[in-house]
């Protein structure tokens, strides 16, 4: 957030000061940017293009925050956000705007963070891939939408296939729904308009028989209780849904009631575009004070303990409980189809799949490759992609389980000789990096460029992070080529982006 300005916020601001603002630009967490006398200042409630009447509520050393009282010009760019939650849960910071504008602002986000981190001039940062031929969950076409809050752009939402649900028991009842943002506050949400009707069904029945004591829930003061929040992931390609109890006991009383109750209230929104069914129940135990430390065990309660889905391309995946998977499986076939572009293999080809999850990035391109080497640091998502490898008939795939930042050193300090016997053959070597939000640990960069692979492909889901790590590889002998955005997380800040980089002639 540093700019560079000369003074600081306290010559400028004061805070409880009423100031007018025009904003210029949106940050990460969806607040408008507005600038006085060059400082920054981070304005609540407003969006590039709004002039605001603000009141300054926090100064920090070179920049300040501030939250709207009026909007005294709206932006052009302003719609009707379609959600009535909007306001109080904050999820989806870009609700407020039309969907141009959303992709111009996660364009420009990326073209600012490759320039100022990535120390790029001038970068190719193509146009990004939208949603909008995205067909609804409701079913409807989806022609192009040039504006949130009509028709059109309501059809590209409800378009996750994972929810994390919090939970919580008050003096009223049960809250069932989503962290207000920046806050431990729980929103309950009776319909998410990111979520499938399915997921929203499965979810209100969930707090139904929270009311009725049929599951009780954690209370963090006493350590007491079952419940401490549940994921529901779905197959778009199958209608295969998986139900995830994270909870403090392998045991989950009232099973058969409460499996069937979910499981009714799901086949009640069934249709014949939305054919969702419950597949599987597992349990993840966490019985940690705080519910983000690993979890120790997981329980199939009911079904089996994966769900599968067939991806437009026609390729089949299983995916387990603490498996990752793409969350919009529409744009998801549209981001891979540019990794396999910028990839541009011709057969014979080593592709080392790093941070592969299920496998999937590397088994769309095994028919076109030598050999495809995947690493992944989570062991039942390596053992989903040696049988997504199975059953989509590919032979030319071998994972190994670890941070990759700790196998490929160690793969390379010779002590596999299978992998080795790929590095040093005399084929092609493009290496696929698909990290979390933290982006890639160093140690795995400085070992990709010893392979001196061709290419790099980078897919990002921050772009903060992704600059990072391409100025690193630069400084490795790795040329940034050029980006595309996939717009994989509407209405939210967030933004998928592949990278093409690279080896520098020597
Ligand atoms: C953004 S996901 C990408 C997965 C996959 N490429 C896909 O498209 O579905 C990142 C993956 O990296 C894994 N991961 C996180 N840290 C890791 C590390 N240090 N080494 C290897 N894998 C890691 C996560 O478990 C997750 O599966």
Redesign the pocket.
Known sequence: MSDNIEKTADLVVTEGQTIELEITDMTDDGKGLGRLSGLAIFVAGAVPGDKVSARITRLKKRYAFAETITLLEASAARVQPPCPYYQDCGGCSMLELSYEEQLRIKRKNIITKLERIGALEEPTVREVVGAEDTIGADGGPADKADSAGSEDFESMLRYRNKAEFAVVMTSAGPLVGFNKRGSNKIVDCTDCLLQKRATMAAANAIRELLQDKLISVYDARHGKGFLRGFTIKVCEGTGEMMLIFTSTAKHLPNAEKIIYTISDAIDAVSTETEPYFLQSVVIEVNKAKDVRKPVTAYEVVAGTNTITDITDDGMKFEISAP????VNTKQMSKLYAKVREYACLKGGETVF??????G??GLSMAADAGMIIG????KN?VIDANRNAVINGIVNARYYT????QVMPRLLDKEDKLFIDYIEKNAPKIAIL???RAGC?EALLRAVASCEVDKIVY?S?DPGTLARDIKLLGELGYEFVEATPVDMFVATMHVECVVLMEKREA
């Open positions: 498996a990752f998977y793409q799949d790093l941070y592969c999850g299920i999937t990035i690493i992944e640091a989570v998502a670890g941070r990759a930042e698909d990290p979390p640990d897919v889901c």
